[in-house]
């Protein structure tokens, strides 16, 4: 019996102590956490953008910041000169700077020099002292007159597409500028990064030849060139003509006509141009690109 | 003019005092040289991103401290009764008026300037280029703006019952005017009807803040402003702050004190 007392007196004094308390907590913590670890990183693996901490927070309301930073790079390409949503947008529909690129069909009406039309009274008028209001674009006729200008606009592509990886523009914009300023490695990288998240992106395999055409890798150029050619009666024969991309099937044939011709293999050529024939508006131009072609003339520029 | 000096300095004394300046300089230099650190395709003179947040982080600050300054003067000498031995001395309500609000603008005037050194800093670190004229003119416009709403908000506070109303409802009129301010005509010709004459009411009636803020000028390197447009500029804002002032005095020349 005493000795009982004397083990019951022992156990009480050493868990009566607070730190022995902490001790097990901690243990009993480390243990649950074990347990509980393995569930919660299998259902985090589940999660579409696991490990992404920007897709965790803001959710699918990110693509509204990426949109907000892709339309951001074009009023750079302004420098400042846009239209508000209380000005007429129409000669914005489409960006400039993925317009002048060729990367994106043209939408845009309407005037672009003076959507703000004359001023209202002579508040309107002293205002518009104040903020950029004639249209220029970055590179041709920047205000400063820097040189490689263009650049400003990528930190605002690259924010865009940390945001919303499926925007293909994005990419395919940023790459193209970043071309024309000589970053060719950098634009390529990029590019590549935009495969990753868009493996069927006809888009961005027609831009990666573009780029592997002007590091003179000509072979390179030709098989993304096909690929995306593939990819796009994949995805677009089936569907009805006017919802077909075919400003983007026009681009390709004509790259690879073009790239056909500057090798020699003429036949190939003519292919190309003939079935890109039924994909265009006016089928003139391309009937009399054919017949110069055959007639041996060089193959001009769109 | 001297005792107008003399309250003047006391606020002054009162903002070197204060946390505010130090917190809001410390954190925008924290943004600024974070997103100053990011690389951007291996190109270390992009540098209008930069210039465009170091700005709005700079706008964002200008009001919280114009606004939350010359919120507290009034009220916090009413609240602890130092107001009456400032008006035996004798000091006329229209001196502390002027004193209050010279006070609260050099401030925010100082530490514009604090804020104005740290962009030229970063822009001109970035991109090599120092368009010096610029940046005063853009640094001066600001300054304009900060004694307009100084002067609003000393009005705000006589009228509304608390600074937290002021602070409150003067930051949405100053935020409203700076969003809105330019476009209130395009909207009042749409609307139409009695709502869009009330709306081109408002647009002739408010001061347009608006035309202080010319950070796209700056961040995408436009030509200097037109010196006559400044001039013209500080005219207005001083017209504009003067009647908020006149307008103060006259209610709290009334004011019951106790």
């Known amino acids: 019996m005493n000795a009982n007392n004397s083990v019951l007196d022992a156990a009480e004094s050493v868990f009566g102590r607070p730190w022995i308390h902490i001790v097990m907590l901690f243990g009993l913590a480390f243990i649950l956490s074990t347990l509980i670890h393995p569930e919660i990183s299998a259902f985090h693996a589940r999660r579409p953008d696991s490990g992404d901490p920007l897709a965790s927070i803001l959710g699918d309301g990110r693509k509204l910041f990426a949109n907000h930073f892709y339309v951001k790079a074009d009023v750079y390409f302004h420098s400042g000169y846009y239209p508000t949503i209380f000005d007429n947008r129409e000669s914005h529909q489409t960006a400039h700077m993925a317009e002048d690129a060729g990367v994106a069909e043209g939408k845009n009406t309407g005037d672009e020099e003076h959507f703000l039309g004359k001023s209202s009274d002579w508040i309107d008028a002293h205002s518009r002292k104040h903020f950029p209001s004639v249209h220029t674009h970055l590179g041709e006729d920047s205000p400063d007159g820097r040189k490689n200008a263009e650049r400003e606009i990528l930190p605002w592509l690259k924010f865009s597409a940390k945001l919303d990886p499926n925007k293909i523009e994005t990419y395919t914009v940023a790459a193209y500028w970043l071309r024309r300023t000589g970053a060719d490695g950098e634009a390529e990288a990029f590019l590549r990064e935009g495969l990753r998240a868009n493996p069927d992106s006809v888009e961005i395999l027609f831009e990666l030849g573009r780029c592997r055409y002007d590091a003179k890798d000509v072979e390179h150029a030709r098989n993304l060139w096909a690929l995306a050619w593939r990819r796009w009666q994949q995805q677009e024969v089936g569907k009805p003509a006017e919802q077909q991309n075919r400003f983007i099937a026009a681009a390709i044939l004509m790259h690879l006509a073009r790239l056909e011709h500057a090798a020699g293999d003429i036949n190939q050529c003519i292919r190309c141009l003939e079935t890109l024939l039924p994909l265009k508006q006016n089928p003139d131009e391309i009937l009399k690109r054919i017949a110069d072609v055959k007639a041996g003339l060089p193959l001009t520029a769109e | ?258």
């Open chain 2, 1 to 258: 003019m001297h005792i107008i000096l003399a309250v003047a300095g006391v606020v002054i004394l009162e903002m070197i005092r204060r946390k505010d300046v130090y917190v809001l300089l410390f954190l925008t230099a924290l943004i600024t040289l974070l997103l100053g650190s990011v690389n951007l395709f291996g190109d270390p003179n992009i540098a209008r991103y930069l210039k465009e947040v170091c700005l709005t982080l700079i706008w964002i600050s200008s009001v919280v401290i114009a606004i939350a300054t010359a919120a507290r003067q009034i009220p916090a000498e009413k609240e602890s009764r130092t107001i009456f031995p400032l008006l035996a001395k004798p000091v006329t309500r229209a001196q502390v008026m002027l004193g209050k609000f010279f006070g609260c603008w050099t401030a925010c005037v100082l530490s514009l300037a604090l804020f104005y050194a740290f962009f030229c800093l970063v822009s001109g670190t970035k991109e090599h280029y120092w368009p010096i004229t610029n940046y005063f003119q853009a640094f001066w416009l600001h300054a304009v703006f900060c004694a307009v709403v100084v002067a609003m908000t000393l009005m705000g506070s006589v009228l509304l019952a608390a600074p937290s109303s002021t602070i409150t409802i003067v930051g949405v009129v100053v935020l409203g005017i700076l969003l809105l301010g330019r476009h209130l005509n395009k909207v009042a010709a749409k609307t139409g009807g009695l709502a869009g004459d009330l709306l081109s009411a408002i647009y002739f009636a408010i001061p347009h803040l608006e035309w202080y803020d010319v950070r796209d000028l700056i961040i995408h390197n436009w030509p200097a402003i037109n010196w006559t447009v400044i001039a013209t500029d500080t005219l207005y804002g001083a017209a504009f702050a003067g009647l908020f002032l006149v307008a103060a005095w006259a209610r709290f020349r009334r004011m019951a004190l106790n």
